[in-house]
């Protein structure tokens, strides 16, 4: 199978503060944008791979571990391995509404991925109804071996959450299928 992926990675902060003196409106409008089109490649500012899971479900005190370079999805009516030897950006929204359940992501007990953490054993807070976007669109996070996973902990309530996750494939390999 031959496959062509197109992505976009963007952010985007706006706002409209309104102060007055005296009887003059002062306003400040603005926003500030990021925006980074990937082509189709494994090269600098290029993606060739996504993975992604909507509706995940943790109870309080539960989690789960994603080994990013063997990563699994039921895709193009096939089961896909998709095997990513390095990350452009995560996406992690934490879709819970109310209650005080929120995520740490990072911190796999071995074997962690901590390559856009900084620091080992660093964890990054998801509160309810928030997103986290992490991205390194040009060069991406390597995953070498031994530092694959990264773990999603719900912590203080249940938390459902989507992620999505788009790098490069490892050169040894492609996506491969099989029939489902």
Avoid: C
Avoid at 54 to 81: C, K, N, P
Avoid at 97 to 112: H, I, K, P, Q, R
Wanted: glycine share 10%.
């Amino acid at each position: 199978m031959t496959t062509t992926l197109r992505s976009k990675v963007q952010a985007e902060l706006a706002w409209t503060w309104t102060d007055h003196v005296d009887t003059l409106p002062i306003v400040d409008s603005n926003r500030l944008r990021s925006s980074a089109d990937l082509l189709d490649g494994n090269g600098s500012g290029q993606a060739d791979a996504v993975w992604h899971a909507s509706g995940q479900s943790l109870a309080d005190g539960q989690s789960v571990v994603y080994e990013l370079d063997q990563l699994y999805q039921d895709l193009f009516g096939s089961f896909i391995e998709i095997p990513l030897s390095a990350v452009r950006a995560i996406l992690i929204t934490n879709t819970t509404t109310g209650g005080d359940g929120y995520l740490l992501v990072g911190g796999a007990a071995s074997n962690a991925w901590e390559q856009p953490f900084g620091v080992s054993g660093s964890r990054i807070k998801v509160p309810a109804g928030s997103p986290l976007l992490l991205a390194n669109t040009q060069e991406g996070w390597s995953i070498p071996a031994g530092q694959t996973d990264l773990k999603i902990e719900a912590v203080a309530g249940p938390v459902t959450f989507d992620i999505a996750v788009l790098g490069t494939l490892s050169t040894s390999q492609s996506s491969s299928s099989s029939s489902a």
